[in-house]
Structures are given as structure tokens and as C-alpha cells.
Nanobody, 124 residues
Framework: QVQLVESGGGLVQAGGSLRLSCAAS????????MGWFRQAPGKEREFVAV????????FYTDSVKGRFTISRDNAKNTVYLQMNSLKPEDTAVYYC?????????????????WGQGTQVTVSS
């Protein structure tokens, strides 16, 4: 089992940057594929990015490619989401999630563990 706590959200102007962190409890963090999702007001939760257990492979939704970077530090039990060139449409609550499988998934139902979320607001 793993518990996840996100941090790093806030208010930023369009074009700015934020770095989200997700700290995981437990000693088996490296066994989990980690994902970031987001949910804007009135919309369904959507996939943002995923990283493999070793950190060697990543995948992004098209709308964030070239702007966001997911990474992880297994020694620190932490996954990150570096967000650059932010746009107002990136405004959402961002969640990290853990999946106990070596295989990627972009589907939220495939992730068994979730953090509480951190708000990101991008002003125009």
C-alpha cells in the first residue's frame, strides 16, 4: 500500500512555471508506475502524464507535450511534474496516482492509489 501527498500548486500567470511534487510513503515506491491527472471545474478527470517504475519511459497527453515533464526520484519516493509555458486551460486540481503494474495506463480506473490533489490556477 502507498499513500501519496501532492504539493507545489498555486497561482501563476500565463507563460509561467510550476513544479508539482508527490511524496509517497512506503518502501516499495519503485514498484509503482506513477501518473499525473487533472480535473478542471465541471469536467471529468483527465490523464496528463505517466512514468515507468524505473523512470526510463514517459508518456504525455498531447496538450502538454513539450511543456510538461514528469520525473521521479526513487531514492526520495517522489514523483515530479515540471510545468512550463502554462496556459489558462491548464487550470485544474492536479492529482498523482500510483499503479501497481509495470504497464502504462492513461485510464484513471487503473490506478489504485491517489493523492488529495493540489490546485493549479493559471491567470491570463
Amino acid at each position: 500500500q502507498v499513500q501519496l501527498v501532492e504539493s507545489g500548486g498555486g497561482l501563476v500567470q500565463a507563460g509561467g512555471s510550476l513544479r508539482l511534487s508527490c511524496a509517497a510513503s512506503g518502501r516499495t515506491f519503485s514498484m509503482y508506475t506513477m501518473g499525473w491527472f487533472r480535473q478542471a471545474p465541471g469536467k471529468e478527470r483527465e490523464f496528463v502524464a505517466v512514468i515507468s517504475r524505473s523512470g526510463s519511459s514517459t508518456f504525455y497527453t498531447d496538450s502538454v507535450k513539450g511543456r510538461f515533464t514528469i520525473s521521479r526520484d526513487n531514492a526520495k519516493n517522489t514523483v515530479y511534474l515540471q510545468m512550463n509555458s502554462l496556459k489558462p486551460e491548464d487550470t485544474a486540481v492536479y492529482y498523482c496516482a500510483a499503479r501497481g503494474s509495470t504497464y502504462y495506463s492513461t485510464q484513471s480506473d487503473d490506478y489504485g492509489y491517489w493523492g488529495q490533489g493540489t490546485q493549479v490556477t493559471v491567470s491570463s
